[in-house]
């Protein structure tokens, strides 16, 4: 077996991971399938001999596994940020199976950097976080009961990524390198600055405008110059709002 | 969401498993993709409160499972008796990876009652059990450490099977409903417009900025109610256009 061409980069971020365990099995199923980048965010209890007990070989990954406070923190330098679910969300983020997420993935569109979250094993991701997400992947399962265990699902997804790898010459040249997740974030507030400004504001539900604008703009994935296009704009507008009323 | 045609039977069948963890987490493996005949061949411990913990919600998949004393036991009813392993074998059974072999199976070439085979933690499946199978399946992983855990291997198996064999599943009603094409050019001759009012296009070459934005637009392929929203910001912004110099 030969090694693979390059691939993306894929970061695995645990959002608020409960049982230590649960965070030794990620890193075991990451590395089975050639990941290793692990980010924590605000777990539970770590470190824990749990998790080093079900990392088993995985004990590197888990060593090197990186813990933040926030999100922010976490996907501030990606360039797609993923929510992986169990079920539909009302939150009409665009979803795809990890069969159609894969190639998605490995062909580079989503830009250099990606990361995949998944939620607590008791909450899953709650709908703050999925404002931060451009798209979610679910793992097909049985109605009944398509609840899987944090690191089995894990699991599926970095098996299905390291199987679906598409070979290098395949890819499309990249003509649009979406920004960082932190970049998206100034403009958002950029934005709601303006929209306040405005007036434009439901006074009565501020947040869910941004939503749906969120989920707009996330879905056309800006890029470093379409984004300075976009806040020049809103430069623009804020020199007339400035002014006083006539 | 509706459920998949009828599929052959799969029977689970774990050889000396060493962990009750492990098999609590095979049930819940299986329970997520749909399956439920779980066979246990000379567990160390079982019944045991960490196999009921870790198998959660598939506790009456644990509860089913049947406990033999040997192999032959737990598959002389089997059409076809199948290993799992996680690397090559000196024994030359033929060796299928999980894509190759889960349309095999849901062809029904492999018979009405096939058997697929995990060994214990430790040791994998020995030369004796796999005198007992017919073929193998591999789950490719990264060659430096492929060695998934029990509970993980069996969720990559039986996700395979599940999406192999399932037809296309019910996508949920789609809410993200892109406008017409003439909805959308009304919506670029409007920002057009207020840009001009903001002076903000280039005088020189005005239309390579509204092509930009276009393909911004074009990507997030923008529905009714976003479109009302945009529209909306944008007689705001007119508002304060139409007020005079300060």
Redesign the interface.
């Known amino acids: ?1 030969t090694e693979p061409p390059e691939i993306p980069k894929l970061r695995i971020v645990l959002v608020h991971p409960q049982h230590p365990g649960n965070i030794g ?1 990620a890193a ?2 990451m ?4 990941f290793s980048d692990l980010v924590l965010v605000a777990p539970r209890e770590f470190p824990h001999p749990n998790a080093e007990a ?1 990392a ?3 004990g590197d990954v888990l060593a090197a596994a990186r813990v933040c406070s926030t999100l922010a923190q976490a996907v501030g330098d990606c360039t797609r940020v993923v929510a992986t679910t169990s079920r ?1 969300r009302s939150l ?1 983020l665009p ?1 795809f ?1 990890p ?1 159609e997420w894969a190639p998605r993935w490995a062909s580079g569109a989503l830009g250099r950097q990606v990361a995949l979250l998944f939620g607590s094993e008791r909450v899953g991701l709650t709908n703050e976080v999925l404002d931060s997400c451009q798209e979610t992947v679910s ?11 944090l ?2 699902a894990v ?2 997804l970095c ?1 299905e990524l ?2 679906t790898q598409a070979p290098a010459l395949a890819r499309p040249a990249p003509d649009h390198e979406p920004v960082e997740q932190a970049e998206l974030e100034r403009f958002f507030a950029h934005l709601e600055d303006v ?1 306040i400004g ?3 504001l439901d006074p009565d539900n501020p947040r869910l ?1 941004m939503r ?2 969120r989920r ?2 996330a ?4 890029d470093f ?2 984004i300075n ?2 806040r ?2 809103l430069t ?2 804020e020199d ?2 400035d ?4």
Chains 1, 2 share one sequence.
């Not at 590395?31 to 050639?34: E, L, P, S, Y």
């Open positions: 077996m099995a075991r199923a590395k089975t399938m050639g079900m088993a070989g995985a539909a009409s979803v199976e069969r793992i097909p399962g049985d109605p009944r009961y398509a609840v899987l265990n690191g089995q699991q599926v098996y390291r199987v929209l405005l007036a434009f405008l749906r604008l707009l703009f879905r056309a994935a800006p110059n379409e296009i976009l020049g704009i623009a507008v007339r709002i002014r006083p009323p006539a």
